[in-house]
Structure formats: structure tokens, C-alpha cells
């Protein structure tokens, strides 16, 4: 079944409290996916301080301190390590390109969950609200937010598995739904370089829409093509560091609200999870249409 939500922020008077209002919005849809759960911050100061690439892993063999001390003397910049168990979260003052090259060649062992320059990714398995407040999502501030409540369907229970999908420099991508045709989509991206980490239809979305984006596709475009492209009842929710989108298959099955003030725009697999955000009831509140793509972008 899955739950949704996504909160992005206008005014900078509310980036403070990102974390808190996500997790509010997140402790909502627990019984749409209890099995694991994955969150994405974009913006917080501790997590991925301004100036710094920052890379989130799992299953790292070293621990984040050691680990960092060895990063530091690889690329010569200070890194700093933090164990958010099960995930490792490493920053530093270089290129995401250089920090992510250094932390596969000395923990080749790690799957890297998300990179970039604002992104922060956090999964594990269990409860999700009590992953959330595990790692410390509610005092994270930031302009944006993602976060998932899974339950399997089409791959085993792992926190590799759940979501969101971070494959490329500061995009997430986040599923209510499943792919009917992921595999042969799998099998061409896969002839054409990409590698792929898992077995679950939602990181063939993701490596698809990361794919056009790398090619210069601005993300609508990349959103449409998705649509054209894959089969199956989905509601996605993509975000990287200055848009935020929705889009729904042809039947639209996968709930989906979307609520928008001044002040912010959020979405969720339900309304009630939208229920206590600041100005709601003011909001312009309406279900995403078939195929229609919806993007919002910071300001």
C-alpha cells in the first residue's frame, strides 16, 4: 500500500520546523507501510552544511568516525562522520563526486543511498515514526522534504529497499504503487551502463528519470517520458534541490492530495497527514489529475 509525503517550503520562517512538520506528516501514514521507512532533508545545516557534498550509506563495514578519518586523509579535507544507525551520513568541503570516489574505494563494501550538495537520506527498518525520531528528523531544518512509509510488494523487506531512491546528485524519488514492465526497462537501462543496486521496481523509476536528467531533460519532461514509458498504478513523488513534482498514472488508483499556500506546498498519500500543517485551512487543496505532471519550484 505504501504512504507518500512531501512538504515544500516558501517561507523561510518555516525551514526550522521542516523536520518537526515532516514527521508529523510521516507518524500519519505508519499503517500504509509499517515494514521500513526512508526520509530526505534538503537544506538541514548539521546534516548537510552549506559548502559541503554530503553522502548517505548503508551497510557501511567501518564505523562513521573511523570511516571518516579515513576520508580525510584520502581527499584531504576535513570529513565528518555520523552514525544515524543503520545509516552512515559523511560531509565535507569537497565535489560529491570526489567524496562519494573516496568512500567507494575505502569502504567499497557501502551502498550509497543518496549524494549531493543539499540532500540528506535516512532509511531503516521498523515503525517509521520511531525510525524518525531514531535519527532526529524532528529538530531537522531545511527547504524540503521527502519521506516514505513501505510496505513490500515487490521485494524483500530491507532498508536498501526502501524508499526513497537517491540515484542521482540530490534527486529522490518516492512510490505508492508498483511497475508492471520494470524488468525489460531494467534490461535496456542496464545495456546502456546503468547499475542498479536492488531488485525493486521503484529504483528503475528513479534510475530512469536520473537518466534524462543527466542528459539534460529538465524534470516535467523527464516525468512525461516516465509516463509514456512504464505500466503499472503508481503516485510519484520526485524532488531534487530546486523542484518539486508529482505525477500519477493514466487510472490514478494510488491516493494522492496535494495542499498549497503562500507559505508552502505539501503532498501526502491522505489528508490527514496534512491535517495539522500551519494555514491548512486556507489552503488550496485537490487531487493530482491523470498524467498530468506538477512541479513546483524554490523560489
Known amino acids: 500500500m505504501c504512504g507518500i509525503v512531501g512538504l515544500h517550503l516558501r517561507d523561510p520562517e518555516l525551514y526550522p520546523r521542516?523536520?518537526?512538520?515532516?514527521?508529523g506528516m510521516l507518524d500519519q501514514m505508519c499503517d500504509r507501510g509499517p515494514d521500513s521507512a526512508g526520509m530526505s532533508i534538503y537544506g538541514d545545516p548539521t546534516w548537510s552544511p552549506a559548502?559541503?557534498?554530503?553522502?548517505?550509506?548503508?551497510?557501511?563495514?567501518?564505523?562513521?568516525?573511523e570511516l571518516a578519518a579515513e576520508l580525510t586523509k584520502d581527499v584531504g579535507q576535513a570529513i565528518t562522520g555520523i552514525d544515524?544507525?543503520?545509516?552512515?551520513?559523511?560531509?565535507?568541503?569537497v565535489a560529491s563526486e570526489t567524496l562519494v570516489a573516496a568512500i567507494r574505494a575505502v569502504a567499497p563494501g557501502a551502498r550509497i543511498i543518496g549524494?549531493?550538495?543539499?540532500v540528506t537520506v535516512l532509511k531503516g527498518m521498523g515503525n517509521p515514526t520511531e525510525l524518525a525520531h531514531r535519527f532526529g528528523l524532528p529538530n531537522a531544518s531545511g527547504w524540503q522534504g521527502v519521506a516514505h512509509t513501505?510496505?513490500?510488494?515487490?521485494?524483500?523487506?530491507?532498508?536498501?529497499?526502501?524508499?526513497?531512491?537517491?540515484?542521482?546528485?540530490?534527486?529522490?524519488?518516492?512510490?505508492?504503487?508498483?511497475?508492471?514492465?520494470?524488468?525489460?526497462?531494467?534490461?535496456d537501462l542496464e545495456r546502456h551502463g546503468v547499475v542498479f543496486d536492488s531488485e525493486?521496481?521503484?529504483?528503475?523509476?528513479a534510475r530512469f528519470v536520473a537518466k534524462q536528467l543527466a542528459e539534460g531533460v529538465d524534470l516535467e519532461k523527464a516525468l512525461l517520458m516516465l509516463n509514456e514509458t512504464f505500466d503499472g498504478f503508481y503516485t510519484l513523488l520526485v524532488s531534487n534541490s530546486d523542484s518539486f513534482a508529482v505525477v500519477r498514472d493514466?487510472?490514478?488508483?494510488?491516493p494522492a492530495v496535494v495542499a498549497e499556500t503562500d507559505r508552502w506546498v505539501a503532498m501526502a498519500s491522505e489528508y490527514r497527514a496534512l491535517?495539522?500543517?500551519?494555514?491548512?485551512?486556507?489552503?488550496?487543496?485537490?487531487?493530482?489529475?491523470?498524467?498530468?505532471?506538477?512541479?513546483?519550484?524554490?523560489?
Open 150 to 187: 513501505r510496505m513490500a510488494t515487490e521485494s524483500a523487506v530491507t532498508a536498501t529497499g526502501s524508499h526513497p531512491f537517491s540515484v542521482g546528485p540530490d534527486q529522490c524519488l518516492v512510490h505508492n504503487g508498483s511497475f508492471s514492465n520494470h524488468m525489460s526497462i531494467k534490461h
Open 250 to 254: 493514466a487510472i490514478s488508483c494510488k
Open 84 to 93: 544515524l544507525d543503520p545509516t552512515t551520513v559523511l560531509h565535507g568541503p
Open 115 to 118: 549524494f549531493g550538495n543539499d
Open 200 to 205: 525493486n521496481d521503484t529504483e528503475v523509476g
Open 275 to 299: 491535517a495539522h500543517l500551519p494555514g491548512v485551512d486556507n489552503a488550496r487543496i485537490f487531487e493530482p489529475e491523470p498524467e498530468e505532471v506538477y512541479v513546483w519550484h524554490r523560489q
Open 51 to 65: 559548502g559541503h557534498a554530503t553522502v548517505s550509506l548503508l551497510e557501511s563495514p567501518i564505523p562513521a568516525a
Open 18 to 23: 521542516l523536520g518537526e512538520l515532516l514527521t
